[in-house]
């Protein structure tokens, strides 16, 4: 089965899957800062200085209490990279016919829309999105303009980017590392690191943008991980992403069938594969759509 494991590493490392899921703001690399504790200094300091909460500082930095001593290291993380947005939303339908004609309707207003699908209790249910922005002002202003065409049941969401343990599409090496630990050995493959931490398989694989060495993809194996704070269970995941825009049965060892559970927001997919067992995940793959 191990072997099989690492066959199925290899081939999703070559492996690019694209369908453009949703207009929305680009993303530059990420520019986390490390800063040295002085004398004197408390998180909440730091937290004013850096506009950060004291809450997000703990969790960037793995720190379980609020204590921290001069000449420590911590992580000030480029929040633009897992800032949530806001999406406007302009209805939800059973029927993705109803959906596509208020996209239409949104479309003659002069209106940009699109049909983000969510599957709920195994029932696929089709949400108008009109918009998903970092500022919540423009969400407001794009929500009044939906009510004043007619589209009175509109209302925002908020949600994050996806993410494996906080690390993000254009997130850095370094959180990596801060947030899944330091592998004993790594090996490149031109763009492609692989990392590992326990017995014979890669926890990790990144693959960079030769631009800026920002991650581009991101592919973790639970199995092959020391720490406890990524997902191994499917009832983990559902928890932590809630509902998912598609499921899939593919196969997997040989004649096998694996449940891949699918995420998409923005320009970002998570792929998440459930073992055979049904609650087991086999991987978890995010990267940009093209």
Same mark, same amino acid.
């Given at each position: 089965?191990?072997?099989?494991?690492?066959?199925?590493?290899?081939?999703?490392?070559?492996? %690019?899957?694209?369908? @453009?899921?949703?207009?929305?703001?680009? #993303? !530059?690399? =990420?520019?986390?800062?490390?800063?040295?504790? +002085? *004398?004197?200094?408390?998180?909440?300091?730091?937290?004013?200085?850096?506009?950060?909460?004291?809450?997000?500082?703990?969790?960037?930095?793995?720190?379980?209490?609020?204590?921290?001593?001069?000449?420590?290291?911590?992580?000030?993380?480029?929040?633009?990279?897992?800032?949530? %947005?806001?999406?406007? @939303?302009?209805?939800?339908?059973?029927? #993705? !016919?109803? =959906?596509?004609?208020?996209?239409?309707?949104? +479309? *003659?207003?002069?209106?940009?829309?699109?049909?983000?699908?969510?599957?709920?209790?195994?029932?696929?249910?089709?949400?108008?999105?009109?918009?998903?922005?970092?500022?919540?002002?423009?969400?407001?202003?794009?929500?009044?303009?939906?009510?004043?065409?007619?589209?009175?049941?509109?209302?925002?969401?908020?949600?994050?980017?996806?993410?494996?343990?906080?690390?993000?599409?254009?997130?850095?090496?370094?959180?990596?590392?801060?947030?899944?630990?330091?592998?004993?050995?790594?090996?490149?493959?031109?763009?492609?690191?692989?990392?590992?931490?326990?017995?014979?398989?890669?926890?990790?694989?990144?693959?960079?943008?030769?631009?800026?060495?920002?991650?581009?993809?991101?592919?973790?194996?639970?199995?092959?991980?020391?720490?406890?704070?990524?997902?191994?269970?499917?009832?983990?995941?559902?928890?932590?992403?809630?509902?998912?825009?598609?499921?899939?049965?593919?196969?997997?060892?040989?004649?096998?069938?694996?449940?891949?559970?699918?995420?998409?927001?923005?320009?970002?997919?998570?792929?998440?594969?459930?073992?055979?067992?049904?609650?087991?995940?086999?991987?978890?793959?995010?990267?940009?759509?093209?």
């Amino acid at each position: 089965m191990n072997r099989f494991k690492r066959f199925l590493q290899v081939g999703l490392c070559t492996v %690019l899957m694209g369908s @453009v899921f949703y207009f929305g703001n680009g #993303k !530059a690399a =990420a520019e986390d800062i490390y800063i040295k504790i +002085k *004398k004197g200094d408390t998180l909440y300091s730091i937290s004013k200085k850096y506009n950060i909460s004291v809450e997000d500082l703990k969790e960037y930095n793995q720190l379980t209490s609020s204590k921290i001593i001069a000449g420590q290291e911590l992580m000030i993380p480029d929040l633009e990279q897992t800032k949530p %947005l806001y999406v406007v @939303v302009a209805g939800s339908f059973s029927k #993705k !016919a109803n =959906a596509d004609k208020r996209v239409t309707f949104l +479309k *003659k207003k002069g209106i940009e829309a699109v049909v983000v699908k969510k599957v709920i209790n195994g029932k696929s249910l089709y949400r108008v999105q009109a918009g998903a922005f970092s500022s919540k002002s423009k969400a407001e202003k794009m929500k009044t303009k939906l009510k004043n065409n007619g589209i009175k049941d509109a209302f925002l969401l908020t949600e994050k980017p996806l993410h494996i343990n906080g690390i993000t599409v254009g997130s850095s090496y370094k959180q990596i590392v801060q947030k899944i630990g330091q592998p004993t050995k790594t090996e490149d493959d031109k763009n492609t690191r692989s990392l590992y931490y326990k017995n014979d398989g890669a926890g990790v694989r990144v693959t960079f943008n030769a631009a800026n060495d920002s991650i581009e993809q991101l592919q973790v194996y639970p199995e092959f991980l020391k720490t406890a704070s990524v997902p191994t269970e499917k009832s983990q995941i559902l928890k932590l992403y809630g509902n998912p825009n598609e499921v899939k049965i593919v196969t997997c060892y040989e004649s096998a069938k694996c449940e891949q559970i699918i995420y998409k927001f923005n320009n970002d997919k998570l792929i998440v594969q459930i073992d055979r067992d049904g609650k087991t995940v086999q991987y978890l793959d995010l990267r940009k759509t093209k």
